[in-house]
């Protein structure tokens, strides 16, 4: 049994809708990996805030490739804030500590800082679901910023990606490692304070010498999916004013720690693997190549086997001209019923006409007929003279016209001797009368009109 063609332009449209849901409900094209590059326009990419912070910070904002300890060690940046934002984090604590004592200051925004920093510093990057939250559960997480001596206390809404950390107290025994006397005694205060069944540290702030520390537990809040949510540009502006008015300096390079286990570090994520469909098609050479063949096969069986069927065209007939047909049969009418007072007066009143829309003058009105005179002759060419008889004829004529029929029809209805007879009957006996009485008249009164009708046209 052979399918009807709309059946193959049904299944083609089918499949197509079918691919098209399929690659709607596949996993996103984003590329769901921290990388903190600065010409990186991924999620979690730091292009945006870089361009951002270049416009935001007065005193001047840059991006550097040299590892934070040369940052820290060139005297050029002695009096700079250095930026470091990146899920994990290994630096000198010495020379760090130099540097800071000197004037400098230090943002470290990590998920996970070395052994040496950890112990030096008394700070640990801990995940949040240990202290009662849970973050499968939480979209959002809710934090507060204390008032302090710039800002007023204000509350932020950071999604849960963001906000998967707290900063607690280094405890090197969790870890395997022995206790030790701690090299720097920093005064912590608290910046940034999580909300749960207790409110844990997320942003902590130290004086040391002339400069200060920032810790904070929150890169990703650095990204461009980060500055772009919320109101998160705000938390992030007043983040980066707590290590004071300084020219700043971004290093994209941490001396990066393999991330620990547990630990979110960089590299693929898992969300990565979920591709969509027609991404994972056309990225593999053969699926491509499969899928262009089958493409060109569908392509081909609708022009050869689909095509809709040619059908005979019947041939139109050329329509007939109806108004001339409409024009012989009533001259031909006339002429039987010899009604040729009635074309005259048709022919005067078509003429009158004409002469308004080309002339702009009125024949009929006797007031002003010498002035229509000589219009009509300046456009027509026909003298003055010649015009002014014609129109005096066709005066003359409906003039005599009235008394003669009014003569013919008394002696129609004296003939007749019927009172019932139709006034259509009657008028049409007095015009056959009248008609052939003078027809030579009339005659060459209609072509004395169309001589002055065709010159005014012409």
Known sequence: MKMSHYMYIVLGVTAIVILTVLTCTSGSTFTWSPTYEADDKEPYGCFVFDSIMRQSVGQGYDVSDRPADSLIADPQYKQHTILIARNNVDIVTEKAMEFVKKGGSIIVCANNISHAMGEAWNTEMQRRYNYGLQPEKDLYIHVRYPKDETYPARNYIVSAPIGNFCIGEYDPSYYGYAISEKKYNLKWTDKLLMGGCEEWPMVKVANYGKGRIVVCCMPLLFTNYGILENDNYNLIMRIVSIAGRKPMVRTRNANQLQPSKGNNGEGQNSSDNHQALMKHILSSTPLRTAFNLMILV?????????????????????????????????????????????????????????????????????????????????????????????????????????????????????????????????????????????????????????????????
Request: with cysteine.
């Open 298 to 458: 569908f392509l081909l069986f609708c022009i050869f086997s689909a095509k809709r069927k040619q059908r005979v065209v019947p041939v139109m007939k050329k329509k007939m001209n109806g108004q001339l047909n409409f024009i012989k049969q009533i001259g031909s009418m006339h002429k039987r019923k010899k009604a040729t007072d009635h074309i005259i007066k048709t022919k005067y009143r078509v003429l009158t006409e004409n002469m308004k829309q080309k002339a702009g003058v009125d024949i009929a009105d006797p007031d002003h007929r010498t002035e229509a005179i000589q219009r009509i002759s300046a456009l027509s060419g026909i003298s003055e003279a010649d015009i002014e008889m014609t129109l005096n004829n066709m005066d003359r004529y409906f003039m005599e016209r009235e008394k003669e029929m009014e003569r013919v029809r008394a002696d129609v209805m004296q003939e007749k001797g019927d009172a019932s007879w139709p006034a259509e009957m009657i008028e049409l006996k007095v015009l056959q009368k009248l008609s052939h009485s003078s027809e030579k008249k009339m005659t060459r009164l209609i072509d004395s009109m169309d001589q002055i009708d065709k010159k005014l046209q012409g």
